[in-house]
């Protein structure tokens, strides 16, 4: 393993943290954004909306919107309804 | 003649509303869809599944033609559904929202109260608020009140299929507002949305009577006809209801006589 790959596997392992995802426990790593943890999740990010801590966070800052240990975060999509 | 449907300045082509569940594909929503001529459809707000990739709904929706109306279907609180009306804000392009706070599980009926506040609440943040209510006439003027877009009283439980129970409900209800009148569930059949009209309604907003007929496609055009029809024979004007014959045809002239 040369050095790079290994900071990189060793700042990943620190920084990962546990969040709430959905109603579900998660490890994700760290750190993050919306918009990163999004681009973790293979989400497009045009298509759903994500509230953290029950706050709706805005399309535009998704990128500057960082991900803390213990966040509750929720991510919904329109789905069929009536 | 013009007859424009419009809801919060925002004009609709088609006084039919349709939903967008129960479907048994996406490809036989969009042509229930096309059949209808709706260019408002309601959608719902659910967290995303990451256990499987599965198509978008929105793949299957013109939105450059179909508006979209999110629910707050599910919410059984004014808080659950004001998070989930804002949620559905964000997922869309929009901030009109279908607002239901159910109230008990068997019926699907409104709490009421709760959706008086979720309303005040929502219309004070911005949003074109379209309650989905009984069909009684005291809320609906307190939903006019808190700042509803229009109100949406039910024919009938939602997804029962009985048709309109209250008519006069519905014909009180139509008399007072000022808003529009969308029946919002309840309808079973083609007449149920016929009657809904006749009584004076501006729209019928339906799911399971489409998704959920033998042959969704045709029932849809079948709608989009009632709807049209309902509608003009409330513009034209019925005939009394009266008790006894009245001849159609002259009495006078009759052969032998």
Known sequence: MNMERFWTVLVRYESAMNVTLNGEPREVPGPLTVATLLAHLDIDS???????????VKRARYDDTPIRPDDVIEIVNFVGGG | MSDPFVIAGRTFHSRLIVGTGKYSSNQVMRAAHEASGADM?????????FTRKTESLLDYIDTSKIFLLPNTAACYTADEAIRTARLGREAGMSNWVKLEVIGDEKTLFPDTAALVEATRVLVNDGFVVLPYTNDDPVV??????????????????IGSGLGIQNANNIRIIREQSKVPVIVDAGVGTASDAAVAMELGADGVLMNTAIAGANDPVAMARAMKLAVEAGRLAYLAGR????????????LEGVVGR
Not at chain 2, 140 to 157: N, S
């Open chain 2, 239 to 250: 005939i009394p209801r009266k008790m006894y014959a009245t001849a159609s045809s002259p």
């Open chain 2, 41 to 49: 459809v309601t959608v719902a707000v659910r967290r995303v599944d």
């Open chain 1, 46 to 56: 045009r298509r759903v909306a994500v509230e953290l801590n029950e706050t709706v």
């Open chain 2, 140 to 157: 609906c003027r307190k939903l006019e009140d808190a700042g509803a877009a229009a109100v949406m009283p039910l024919g009938a439980p």
